[in-house]
């Protein structure tokens, strides 16, 4: 169950990411609530999840989901460029999350 968690917390930093991005310098309320109650979910299952996990595999998983979520969205939906040296960056980070869920 903490690893279900953990990375629906993971997916969660996606969420606040992106509408931190899409907040425009917080003047967009729609965009800074968003972030907030992702915020608060993310943490909330991020603590929820090192009642069982050890802090080292858990926040690098989490952290790991949050970065290849919040570069995947900017480039399928934000337009931002996919270069190969990106596409090998984030299969490196995969693998590494990846393998500390495997090696726990």
Do not use: H
Request: charged letters at 10%; aromatic letters at 8%.
């Amino acid at each position: 169950m903490a690893w279900i968690v953990l990375v629906l917390s993971g997916l969660m930093e996606t969420v606040w990411a992106v509408s931190l991005a899409q907040s425009d310098g917080f003047r967009n309320a729609r965009m800074v609530a968003v972030f907030a109650v992702a915020m608060v979910l993310s943490m909330l299952g991020l603590g929820f999840a090192l009642r069982e996990l050890p802090v080292g595999t858990a926040y690098a998983v989490w952290t790991g989901i949050g970065a290849v979520g919040t570069a995947v969205f900017g480039i399928a939906v934000l337009g931002e460029p996919t270069t190969v040296a990106r596409i090998v960056c984030l299969t490196l980070i995969v693998c590494g999350v990846a393998g500390l869920k495997v090696l726990s």
